[in-house]
């Protein structure tokens, strides 16, 4: 799968930056993060064979499960804390977000917009849970246990006090004018850069 | 094939406690070769009833090669191939270093219950003398599971400059009650033998077998999970224990395994040796000294693998976590993971293919890149 949003979150990295990883997998991105933007990096990944990975790749990743609490980061270790389209698979996503904000100055969210036309369609005409290239588990097996859309997303950031600082949207190659101007519908991917509120 | 070494130190060594040796002297293995920058020393520091023998074999008739044989040889995670391995026993050890079993200066009395009451930091320092010893001058890493893994924690915290990379197993910042309370029965055990003769048993020719037995049954207890043991002996009965007339009696594998493991271990190891190095298993804290463990850990630089293992109740993932929270409080770089097993605090010592696979892959980053 290409992953469009890594590119956007890429962008959004401030070099020499400290980036905490939240869900690295193999470590593939923390470690291009690392190498293009020469940050210091810290994974945290639960399935033990990625994260042996991670650690073949000189990575530290710690083996924790996110929807714990992430109480062993304190407040404001990182410039930056990153969660790509891991969201969905949070038991409680507004925790997590939380949490995020507190540990990091800033943090990076990417996820996919079940708003987006193709899911309005699929569920509306054939009346059945979307499955596409993108998400191809059926609704009862699938990690993606939490999807939101674009405005569900900005509704819970504005109710949790966080700021959003950027939003970016990837769309198809036809659509990426539209994806901008009505990212609700027309993005199949949202990035954003947020803050906690006042910060 | 390995033969032991003996490093002879004729500077007094002085205790925490104040106790002073003239002269002491620890017996070592080293596996590979130290290379000509003195970059690839590795320190393994060994547990409760470990030795200096942790890998390879003394001669062809040795049927069980060194206690980490698993972990330490040519290609394995901690690879003789590219790195020096040091092993020392600790002093106050049974194995060949000064402690309760070598005579006292001037006499040929044993030690006995005379030997000073060493402390992790007090092996620590005694370790740094060997590797001055051996002409090495920082460790690539210092490795240990369990009461090794506090040594490798002491010696990132008091000698930060020494200790690239730091590897603690199975191990705790300190001792919860329960675990006191367990080597207390053990100490008991021991103590109430009386065989123990006030710890002056070599020195009347007796040996308190029954109650090192005793306090190993207790111990090895407390290595393994409950599932583990349910896996390994369930109710099995001992096959001889079943007799035609009845009149035998039966004996589960468990018991005989623990009894097996006891009257082995009765005869290896030294009653006074158990009694302190569980006490100075005791008596361990890293964050003495220090407001808290955070602080004490904020002095080291080295690079940290912790592995807990999930089944392990004795020095529960949870300890393993206290460290991995203090070093990430102080922005220490540390990865962690928790082992998936049944194998309970002996997890570091067996085979399992996920524990070795990620010790070998982190263990690439220590020593020369090659």
């Given at each position: 799968?290409?992953?469009l949003?890594?590119?956007?979150v890429l962008?959004w990295?401030?070099q020499?930056s400290?980036?905490l990883d ?6 593939a991105?923390?470690q291009?993060l690392?190498?293009?933007r ?6 945290v990944?639960?399935?033990a064979?990625?994260?042996?990975c991670?650690?073949?790749k000189?990575l530290?990743?710690i083996q924790?499960?996110i929807?714990d ?5 304190p ?10 389209h ?5 038991t ?10 507190q ?11 079940f708003g987006?036309?193709f899911?309005?369609?699929?569920l509306?005409?054939k009346g059945?849970m979307?499955m596409?290239r993108?998400m191809p588990?059926?609704?009862y ?11 569900d997303?900005?509704?819970l950031?504005?109710?949790?006090d966080i700021d959003?600082?950027e939003r970016?949207?990837?769309?198809g190659p036809a659509?990426?004018w ?10 199949t ?11 | 094939?390995?033969t032991?070494?003996v490093?002879?130190f004729t ?8 106790a002073t ?8 293995e080293?596996y590979?070769e ?9 320190l393994?520091?060994h547990a409760l009833s470990?030795?200096h023998h ?6 062809e008739?040795?049927?069980?090669p060194?206690w980490?044989?698993?972990a ?5 995670p ?8 040091v ?5 106050g050890g049974?194995d060949g ?21 060493p402390?992790?930091?007090d092996?620590?320092r ?5 590797a ?10 210092v490795i240990?599971?369990?009461?090794g893994?506090m ?5 990132a915290?008091d000698?930060?400059?020494w200790?690239e ?5 199975a191990s ?12 207390e029965i053990?100490?008991?055990a021991?103590?109430?033998d009386p ?5 002056e048993?070599?020195?009347q ?5 029954r109650g090192v037995?005793l ?7 407390t290595?393994?999970?409950a599932?583990?043991m349910?896996?390994?002996?369930g109710?099995?009965l001992r096959?001889?224990s ?12 468990v ?14 190891f ?8 569980t ?6 804290d ?11 850990l904020s002095?080291?630089?080295a690079?940290f ?9 004795r020095f529960?993932?949870q300890?393993s976590i ?5 070093l990430?409080a102080?922005g220490?770089p ?6 998936n097993?049944?194998n ?13 696979r990620l ?6 980053r220590v020593?020369?890149s090659?």
């Amino acid at each position: 799968m290409n992953r469009l949003d890594l590119n956007r979150v890429l962008d959004w990295v401030p070099q020499g930056s400290s980036v905490l990883d939240l869900g690295c997998g193999d470590g593939a991105f923390l470690q291009r993060l690392c190498s293009e933007r020469g940050v210091t990096g810290v994974g945290v990944e639960i399935d033990a064979d990625n994260l042996i990975c991670a650690v073949q790749k000189g990575l530290d990743v710690i083996q924790e499960d996110i929807n714990d609490g992430l109480q062993c980061f304190p407040a404001q270790r990182f410039d930056l804390v990153i969660l790509t389209h891991a969201l969905q698979e949070l038991t409680h996503p507004h925790i997590a977000l939380r949490r995020m904000v507190q540990i990091g100055k800033e943090a990076i969210v990417s996820f996919p917009n079940f708003g987006h036309w193709f899911c309005r369609m699929h569920l509306g005409f054939k009346g059945r849970m979307p499955m596409s290239r993108v998400m191809p588990r059926n609704w009862y097996d699938t990690p993606n246990i939490h999807f939101c859309t674009v405005r569900d997303f900005e509704a819970l950031c504005s109710e949790l006090d966080i700021d959003i600082i950027e939003r970016a949207t990837v769309a198809g190659p036809a659509q990426s004018w539209l994806g901008k101007l009505w990212p609700n519908l027309f993005a199949t991917s949202a990035v954003y850069r947020i803050c906690q509120s006042g910060q | 094939m390995v033969t032991p070494q003996v490093a002879h130190f004729t500077d007094p060594f002085t205790f925490s406690n104040g106790a002073t040796l003239d002269q002491h002297t620890l017996i070592y293995e080293t596996y590979g070769e130290l290379n000509a920058a003195g970059t690839n020393a590795v320190l393994i520091c060994h547990a409760l009833s470990g030795s200096h023998h942790a890998a390879g074999v003394h001669n062809e008739a040795e049927q069980r090669p060194g206690w980490w044989d698993l972990a330490i040889g040519p290609g394995k995670p901690i690879d003789t191939d590219r790195l020096f391995v040091v092993s020392s026993n600790n002093l106050g050890g049974c194995d060949g270093s000064t402690g309760p079993t070598t005579p006292m200066p001037g006499s040929n009395t044993p030690w006995g219950s005379q030997f000073p009451q060493p402390q992790v930091r007090d092996w620590v320092r005694s370790q740094k003398l060997l590797a001055e010893y051996l002409g090495i001058s920082r460790w690539a890493a210092v490795i240990g599971g369990s009461l090794g893994g506090m040594q490798a924690l002491q010696w990132a915290v008091d000698f930060p400059d020494w200790v690239e990379h730091c590897v603690a197993l199975a191990s705790a910042p300190g001792l919860t009650a329960q675990n006191i309370a367990f080597n207390e029965i053990a100490r008991h055990a021991i103590l109430s033998d009386p065989d123990f003769r006030g710890g002056e048993y070599l020195a009347q020719s007796a040996l308190p077998a029954r109650g090192v037995a005793l306090a190993r049954m207790v111990g090895h207890l407390t290595y393994m999970s409950a599932d583990g043991m349910s896996d390994r002996f369930g109710r099995e009965l001992r096959e001889e224990s079943f007799s035609p007339d009845g009149n035998q009696e039966r004996v589960f594998q468990v018991e005989s395994y623990l009894r097996h493991q006891g009257d082995r271990f009765s005869t290896r190891f030294d009653a006074n040796t158990y009694v302190l190095m569980t006490r100075a298993l005791d008596l361990f804290d890293l964050s003495e000294g220090y407001p808290d463990l955070a602080t004490a850990l904020s002095k080291a630089t080295a690079n940290f693998l912790l592995l807990s293992f999930s089944s392990d109740w004795r020095f529960a993932p949870q300890r393993s976590i206290e460290i991995r929270d203090a070093l990430m409080a102080t922005g220490k770089p540390v990865t962690y993971a928790n082992i998936n097993t049944d194998n309970g605090h002996d997890g570091f010592l067996l085979p399992d293919p996920t524990y070795e696979r990620l010790l070998s892959e982190w263990m690439q980053r220590v020593g020369p890149s090659s």
